[in-house]
């Protein structure tokens, strides 16, 4: 394992220390608030985790949070569920996201991407004139604190005007990408019946115009709370009978009221993959996100005013919701609104140098595909503007770290981070002050005590563990909707560690600090008792020019055996034959050990994944254990369903 490899690939000299925010805070709270001055980084997140309430004090502090009604303690209850930040307190999320319109209202607050790659900016001023007048404009329609307000939109500066203006009203923001079928958009959105509905008619990716306006009329029929529909016509088309245009509700020129809301007022509704089942709906709330991503952000990315920051992704994910908030820290955000790889896989690399992107995110995936296609960002593309590479979705694999500090840019931060849709956060990974090791995050986030424990629930270094963690974040769920009980949310988070959330990865804590993620633990393979992370073997394996995609899965028998089955999709030209199993196996055999070695390799036309882009390991388990489709997987939640036939049809051969 890299424990065993101590040699950092890259490590930030003192100039790049002495400049980073979390230096200047930490000196900052060492002087108000008794944190430690000497031992860097590790002092500082023990003193944050040891002395929590002080902590986020000072968060709120350093970042200057308006508070319009004054809190009475920080904590004023710590037991998980149900913690209680900052009672009392009053605020409004967007409020900070549009402060810097305060101070530099021509500056661009967004740089909105399409696929021909230039960059269109929307100011500040414009940005909080748009939101002012949409929240006029929702007042009116009888939006209320508390009211959902839904998009099905892709990654425009419509749906960033739409969500702040939702947060401006106290009402509750949800969103899906035009890419989601109805079915899942509906397996969403019908569980916390939307007052309003801003939708497109279609929109572009890969070179193509895609129709969405059936599926939005689907919508409308199957939302009867809705009251009010706004088109935006990104295709060109008129406004249906019966909706609203857009124009028509962003042309005034008026100034943004915002409502004062508590600070645990539901700000919006996040969803699991939801692959085995309806997806959970995950309320996270106005006050939590807002100092959770101050925190993030501004100390663990590095963010300020003077940045730009771009990260692939879309609005049915996480990642566009904690993008978004990169204008709490007043810096300009990037939104791309296209396919990752058109006209070519280097697609991302020429926006982050268009826009000039000082932090870059993507995901592992795209990382790995640029290796494999024979992509070199430093030679094509002018990156000297990129301070850091962040990558998420999956564990970056040490390949993939080797490959960006290679061809990109031997001084550069790589940033692999580790969270999830339930605290719309990163448990682990960005310090711009800590060395960074190969195939490792840096450390744990400030505030957070993350822990590998073992099945006793006994904290373990430099072994394989689960992820938890044991003390309460503002950004945890306030509550899942319709689980009135909370039973669905105790039992997703604490049903294993009485008090303390498991998140469900295998991870380990290293001597130094730092943090391994192995995957899904409840994917995790584990034969003769010993667990391994898939995400292992999809290093090995995906290093193959052969092969193209991989997905390993282990198989509970009825018997008491064990069945490990590595399924392959091959490049184009590529075939499976008794040469390319052995190389497989023997690069698995000799880079990991004998006992990852599967018992059959197996062709498929395809890995299925998530919406968002994750392999679905668990319901082609399920499926192979013989559960029926349509109760191993929620059909909404796939990318392309016909894949699973072939699992099917295996475990019946199987059976």
Request: proline share 8%; glycine share 8%.
């Amino acid at each position: 394992m890299s424990t065993a490899n101590p040699q950092p690939l890259w490590q930030p000299d003192q100039e790049r220390i002495a400049r980073a925010r979390i230096t200047q805070f930490q000196a900052w709270a060492a002087e108000h608030h008794g944190a430690p001055s000497e031992g860097g980084y590790p002092a500082l997140h023990r003193w944050s985790v040891d002395h929590l309430d002080t902590f986020w004090k000072a968060v709120t502090e350093w970042f200057d949070v308006r508070f319009s009604t004054p809190y009475a303690r920080v904590l004023g209850d710590s037991s998980m569920p149900g913690a209680q930040w900052f009672p009392g307190a009053t605020l409004n999320y967007a409020e900070h996201a549009l402060r810097a319109a305060e101070d530099r209202p021509d500056q661009p607050a967004l740089l909105c991407v399409d696929e021909t790659h230039e960059p269109r900016p929307v100011t500040w001023s414009e940005l909080r004139r748009q939101v002012g007048s949409l929240a006029t404009e929702l007042r009116a329609l009888g939006v209320r604190p508390g009211d959902r307000v839904s998009g099905y939109l892709p990654n425009i500066p419509q749906a960033v005007v739409a969500l702040l203006a939702t947060a401006a009203v106290g009402a509750v923001w949800t969103s899906c990408a035009p890419d989601f079928g109805a079915r899942s958009v509906l397996d969403r959105f019908q569980q916390v019946e939307p007052t309003v509905l801003f939708t497109v008619d279609g929109y572009r990716y890969g070179g193509k115009e895609h129709d969405r306006r059936e599926t939005v009329a689907e919508l409308r029929r199957e939302l009867p709370t809705l009251r009010a529909v706004v088109h935006i016509p990104l295709l060109g088309t008129d406004t249906p009978e019966g909706a609203l245009e857009w124009s028509a509700l962003t042309s005034a020129d008026a100034d943004p009221v915002f409502e004062q809301v508590p600070f645990d007022h539901p700000l919006w509704v996040l969803y699991s993959s939801g692959t085995t089942g309806l997806p959970k709906a995950i309320v996270q709330s106005q006050g939590g996100i807002l100092v959770e991503h101050l925190k993030q952000l501004g100390l663990h990315c590095d963010l300020g005013p003077e940045d730009r920051f771009f990260w692939y992704t879309s609005t049915g994910w996480m990642m566009w919701n904690f993008l978004v908030s990169g204008l709490l820290t007043g810096t300009t955000v990037v939104l791309y609104d296209g396919s990752p790889g058109y006209p070519d896989t280097g697609a991302q690399w020429r926006i982050a140098e268009r826009t000039g992107a000082t932090l870059y995110g993507t995901s592992a995936a795209y990382v790995m595909a640029c290796r494999k296609a024979g992509v070199h960002p430093s030679r094509a593309f002018d990156l000297s503007q990129v301070q850091c590479v962040a990558t998420t979705g999956s564990p970056l694999p040490p390949d993939g770290f080797r490959w960006l500090h290679e061809e990109v840019r031997e001084d550069l931060w790589i940033a692999s981070v580790s969270g999830g849709t339930d605290v719309c956060s990163c448990f682990a990974g960005a310090v711009p002050t800590l060395p960074v090791y190969t195939g490792e995050l840096q450390a744990p986030s400030l505030g957070t005590d993350l822990q590998s424990w073992d099945p006793a629930g006994n904290p373990v270094v430099d072994e394989v563990g689960e992820l938890v963690v044991t003390n309460p974040m503002p950004s945890m769920p306030i509550h899942f909707w319709n689980d009135p009980d909370g039973s669905r949310y105790h039992d997703s988070y604490f049903d294993t560690y009485p008090g303390v959330w498991r998140h469900g990865d295998w991870i380990t804590v290293t001597s130094r600090g730092s943090v391994v993620i192995h995957g899904r633990s409840d994917s995790t393979l584990n034969r003769q008792g010993v667990r391994m992370g898939s995400a292992d073997i999809y290093e090995v394996v995906e290093r193959l020019p052969e092969i193209r995609e991989s997905l390993v899965i282990g198989v509970e028998q009825p018997d008491g055996g064990y069945w490990m089955p590595l399924f392959v999709h091959l490049a184009p030209g590529a075939v499976l034959d008794d040469t390319l199993r052995d190389r497989i196996k023997q690069a698995i055999r000799e880079q990991l050990s004998p006992r990852h070695v599967p018992d059959e390799i197996i062709e498929v036309p395809g890995v299925p994944h998530t919406l968002t882009g994750k392999r679905i390991e668990v319901p082609v388990k399920r499926l192979l254990q013989g559960t029926p489709l349509d109760k191993a997987v929620n059909p909404g939640s796939i990318d392309n369903l016909d894949l699973l036939g072939f699992y099917e049809e295996l475990a019946r051969e199987r059976a």
